[in-house]
């Protein structure tokens, strides 16, 4: 915030204040941790990282409601190891030879051959569901760990200009889904004023449904009077033909780019069409894309800048995903344990150093502001009763 | 600044104008309030200023409509939008963003002004409008009274020339309908912003207003200062009732005019007392009685073990601010909603562990929301669901409705309905299941003078039925009106309970106006011509 001349002291003195990062830099930073993830099975490297995003995220997410949800992502990641070794259970792993348990196998026709129910279950097959699925498991609490770091609706307001209605709209639809939870509530419990559910399902059903549906289209007609009446949309000065030639190069470069991704996925196609329409199509739908944004007089309140901080974030995270790029050249055993003959898995150095530095964050990072708001979950949604004094339809 | 030259609009299909041939100016820095029944076209006229009529509802406009000399058909809202800046009356629903400072730089970011002017700009919003505590804080958790006044912020971020609000307290409690319209009159005051408003309850708003616009209904317009337009209106606050009782000339408008008026009045009054009839609370056996409930979500208690017993023939009115335990109460008390703790009994049993269909027939609840209970097509067909519903005979509920609001089309739809027919219907498929116990929320929002009379005498009438009544509200006028013990709830708990006059005029922020200028247990202008019948000749 300081005035560029006095960008020292800012660096000596305001790097630590506490504000929220750009949510860009903290979503590069758990995409890295997550592909460092995706390119390893070795438990102790998986519970590494695991250990790092928990860390972090502990020290660094602010008291936001979406925040909260990382619990989801994390129960969920246990929920996945959980069904993959389970599945060994089930549908047999009978892979390698060391035969830990024999279930009796139920037979089954002629036609399901292939798939085989219960029977020998064997270590190594237990072994390869529980590293696989905590790869997984590790690959989403990463996700988790973005969402509840960087506000997604801040993301959506660092994209371009030329895609501020999308983000317009993306807003008002999430904001739309608590509404029609809250409706359906209330009135769900007005009919059981009317004395409740009698009749048909199809009928209950309509009754909840109709009155639910009307709030929302209300509220909707509400939002665009306002909006409205607030300068959305206000005409910029764009004339026709400018606004023929942006289209017509924004259409141009995306079929550029699809063409472009075919081809370098498919050997089979001529290479000239695989880089150079890619890159080509590229160049010209950020071309449209500029052009767009010039049209717009919009102006954006406090927008997210790229700072040492998330400099430092964003680079821990490609440096972890890096890391594991490196050692995968030089020493692939080590980060694939075998399956074929048990032993515990090793670890070496490298790559433990290498998913180690994606904990800097956590001290390298100024810490998230304080809402100052010491009860919102509970007064968001946790009482029904006083919603609707306020949510009149 | 604002000029409308024979305006007349038509909503398509129908046959009569809501505006016929309106003519008027408004300069700066006026603060104008427009009155008129539910229906008389105060929302119309208050979205012609800004173009969203007809631009946005459609309909037919005839005329012009010229803000700072520019015309509003000849371009959209939009472009207004740093003219006039429009707050709708449910400030939530208009909420684009969600925190509060998002929401004050919206506008600012749709003018395209300077990122260094929007943040200077929004730092003095939020300190003119006493929010700056609140800078961070998601919209949805705000009270009613903080979403008003950030809606209120909002627009006031892009300088309009005008404000225009569309019944800006009609869903609060009277605190935060004062300061709401405390920071209107110093806008008006400080900055010479004209704000042209909309309102029913005009109690709170005439000492502040310059000018009043009160529309008949008939597609015209009565202009003049407030005590001129009040003179002739039919409707009018206690205040001007008071005024025409006593023959003051001109009209006080604030209680302190009143007060320094009535010194012989009151004078006159010393000699008498108010006739009301002897309340009725110990004289039999409680309809229903409650006691410790406890209601609570999550970590939130919204009530805190209350005790209260209602008696045959009494109306209890329970005020409160917004989010103080009333409808959690309410919704206990009738068995529909949580209750962790107490007990509740009537008729022998708890309403809560009878079927909804039992419950129903014990206590009945019109809730908040009261269009929430009505889903198909017809009046006709909500008549016949409640008779099925609670097994009366067919035209029972059809019968209550006439009694309550005769004349309503069966054929109508219940949302084209006035705000007081559809209460009417509501009650009327409640009171199908003639339950001895009836409680109100909040019925008094959105109903105009001579509705909430309607109301008043409908309620009456359930009391000398022998039923309990109970009605959550706001609205001080009201309850001094039909109430007979008044209960007053905070944090969950009742902290003061007994009859309305002893409970009303003991406190300044529920004391009615008659009672805040004569004093004593003058609750309604209905009580002193009662006393002074000679003095009405």
Same mark, same amino acid.
């Given at each position: ?10 660096? =000596? ?38 250990? !790092?995003?928990?860390? %972090? ?24 190891? !959980?069904? +993959? ?24 026709? =002629?036609?399901?051959?292939?798939? +085989? ?6 270590? &190594? ?39 501020? &209605?999308?983000?317009?709209? %993306? ?36 009754? *909840? ?20 009446? +607030? ?23 995306? *079929? ?19 880089? $150079? ?19 717009? +007089? ?19 995270? %490609? ?49 998230? &502001? ?6 919102? $979950? ?10 609707? &004094?306020?949510?009149?339809? | ?128 409008? /006493? ?110 009732? #008071? ?36 309340? @009725? ?10 006691? /410790? ?19 045959? /023939? ?14 959690? #109460? ?45 889903? #198909? ?32 089309? @069966? ?125 009405? /000749?």
């Amino acid at each position: 915030m300081g005035a560029p001349g006095r960008r020292a002291t800012a660096w =000596a003195g305001g790097y630590f204040l506490p504000r929220d990062l750009h949510p860009g830099a903290w979503w590069i930073w758990t995409l890295g941790l997550a592909v460092a993830a995706s390119r390893t099975t070795n438990p102790w490297l998986l519970l590494t990282i695991l250990a !790092v995003v928990c860390f %972090v995220v502990i020290a660094r997410r602010s008291e936001a409601p979406w925040a909260l949800a990382f619990r989801i992502y994390f129960g969920l990641g246990v929920l996945i190891v !959980v069904f +993959r070794v389970g599945f060994r259970f089930v549908f047999g792993g009978a892979e390698g030879s060391t035969i830990l348990l024999t279930f009796p196998e139920i037979p089954l026709p =002629a036609w399901a051959a292939g798939i +085989r129910l219960f029977g020998a279950v064997s270590a &190594e097959s237990l072994l390869g569901g529980l590293y696989d699925g905590l790869r997984l498991a590790t690959m989403v609490i990463c996700l988790g760990a973005g969402n509840a770091l960087a506000n997604p609706k801040r993301l959506l307001k660092a994209m371009p200009p030329a895609l501020y &209605e999308v983000g317009t709209a %993306v807003i008002v639809a999430l904001s739309v889904f608590p509404q029609l939870a809250e409706s359906a509530l209330r009135v769900r419990r007005a009919r059981r004023l009317r004395g409740g559910t009698t009749g048909k399902r199809m009928h209950v059903l309509r009754t *909840i449904v109709i009155p639910v549906l009307e709030d929302a289209l209300d509220r909707s007609l509400h939002l665009a009077a306002s909006m409205d009446s +607030r300068g959305y949309g206000r005409a910029g000065t764009a004339r026709r033909r400018a606004r023929f030639t942006t289209g017509l190069l924004m259409i141009v470069g995306l *079929i550029g780019v699809c063409v472009g991704v075919y081809a370098t996925l498919d050997g089979t196609t001529p290479r000239f069409l695989a880089f $150079p329409v890619l890159a080509s199509g590229t160049v010209v739908a950020m071309l449209g894309f500029r052009l767009a944004g010039r049209r717009v +007089r919009r102006t954006r309140y406090r927008p997210d800048r790229w700072r040492p901080a998330e400099i430092v974030v964003a680079a821990s995270g %490609v440096a972890v995903a890096a890391a594991m790029f490196a050692t995968s050249d030089v020493d692939p055993t080590n980060l694939n344990p075998s399956l074929t003959d048990l032993s515990w898995p090793l670890l070496s150095w490298t790559p433990l150093c290498g998913v180690l530095v994606g904990v800097l964050p956590a001290l390298l990072s100024p810490p998230p &502001e304080t809402p100052h708001d010491h009860h919102p $979950p509970a007064a968001a949604g946790g009482i029904p009763e006083n919603v609707p &004094e306020r949510v009149r339809a | 600044m604002i000029e409308l030259a024979d305006v007349t609009f038509w909503y398509h299909g129908q046959p009569e104008p809501v505006l016929a041939d309106v003519t008027l100016a408004i300069g700066e820095g006026e603060l104008v309030l427009v009155t008129g029944r539910t229906g008389a076209g105060k929302s119309t006229l208050l979205g012609t200023l800004n173009g969203l009529v007809p631009h946005f509802t459609g309909g037919h406009l005839d005329g012009t409509v010229a803000i700072a000399g520019t015309a509003t058909s000849s371009r959209p809202p939009r472009e207004f939008a740093h003219l006039v800046g429009m707050v709708g009356q449910d400030p939530l629903a208009g909420f684009v963003t969600d925190t509060v400072e998002e929401e004050l730089a919206y506008g600012m970011e749709q003018l395209g002004l300077a990122p260094p002017v929007m943040r200077r700009r929004v730092e003095e919003t939020l300190d003119l409008l /006493g929010i700056a505590d609140l800078r961070r804080r998601a919209l949805r958790t705000l009270s009613g009274g903080q979403q008003q006044r950030v809606a209120i912020g909002s627009v006031l971020t892009m300088h309009p020339w005008v404000l225009v609000l569309d019944e800006p307290t009609s869903a609060l409690d009277p605190t935060a309908a004062e300061d709401v319209l405390a920071t209107l009159a110093r806008l008006v005051q400080d900055l010479s912003t004209t704000v042209v408003l909309a309102e029913h309850r005009m109690e709170r708003v005439i000492p502040f207003a310059d000018r009043m616009l009160y529309l008949p209904g008939d597609g015209g317009v009565v202009d003049g200062t407030p005590p001129d337009v009040l003179k002739d209106m039919p409707i009018g606050p206690p205040i001007v009732a #008071l005024g025409r009782l006593a023959e003051w000339e001109p009209l006080p408008m604030s209680v302190r005019d009143a007060r320094r008026r009535a010194e012989s009045f009151r004078a006159a009054l010393r000699t008498t007392t108010v006739n009301r009839a002897p309340a @009725p609370a110990a004289r039999a056996e409680p309809l229903l009685t409650g006691s /410790g409930i406890v209601v609570r979500y999550g970590a939130t208690v919204a009530v805190r073990g209350v005790d209260l017993d209602l008696h045959a /023939g009494t109306v209890l009115a329970l005020m409160g601010r917004n989010g103080s335990g009333k409808s959690s #109460l309410l919704w206990a008390l009738q068995g529909s909603g949580p209750r962790q703790g107490g007990s509740v009994r009537a008729a022998e049993t708890d309403p809560a562990r009878l079927p909804a269909a039992g419950a129903r027939k014990v206590v009945g609840l019109v809730p908040q929301n009261a269009g929430d209970l009505l889903y #198909l097509e017809h009046v006709a067909d909500e008549c016949a669901a409640a008779d099925r519903e609670s097994a009366a005979e067919p035209g029972a509920c059809r019968a209550l409705l006439d009694r309550l609001a005769p004349g309503i089309d @069966p054929r109508a739809h219940p949302r084209d309905l006035s705000e007081g027919q559809r209460l009417a219907l509501v009650l009327a498929v409640q009171l199908t299941a003639s339950p001895r116990i009836v409680l109100l929320d909040e019925p008094t929002r959105g109903l105009d003078y001579d509705a909430k009379a309607e109301l008043a005498r409908t309620i009456a009438a359930l009391a000398a039925e022998h039923r309990a009544v109970v009605v959550a509200t706001h609205d001080v006028e009201f309850v001094a009106a039909v109430a007979d013990r008044v209960a007053i709830m905070a944090e969950g708990e009742i902290i003061s309970d007994g009859p309305a006059a002893e409970v009303l005029s003991g406190s300044p922020a529920f004391a009615p106006q008659v009672s805040k200028i004569l004093g004593g247990d003058w609750l309604t202008v209905a009580d002193v011509r009662a006393a002074l019948p000679e003095a009405v /000749g």
